[in-house]
């Protein structure tokens, strides 16, 4: 029952997004890109999945932290 309660809930675009910054912000070690893979194996989930679940600003991040960790070529910002 606690499963498909758990599925249910993945569906709430905002609940999700919320969680993954949650997650982020407890645990000092973790990285948008672990948040949301510990997310998809706490919930038995495929993490291409959750794709359009992910807010903009949390793809950003996302997109920040690959980059950190070398997975993207560095982009160039804007000093603002």
């Known amino acids: 029952m606690n499963k498909k ?3 249910l809930n993945i569906n709430d675009r905002a609940a999700f997004n919320e969680r993954i910054t949650y997650l982020v912000n407890v645990s000092k070690n973790m990285n948008y ?3 949301i893979l510990c997310y998809c194996e706490e919930n038995n989930l495929e993490a291409e999945t959750i794709k359009s679940l992910l807010s903009a600003e ?3 991040r996302l ?3 690959a980059e ?3 997975f993207f070529p560095k982009t160039s910002k804007l000093p603002i």
């Open 58 to 60: 949390n793809k950003e």
């Open 33 to 35: 890109l672990d948040a």
């Open 63 to 65: 997109r920040d932290d």
């Open 68 to 70: 950190k960790l070398n």
């Open 5 to 7: 309660k758990n599925m």
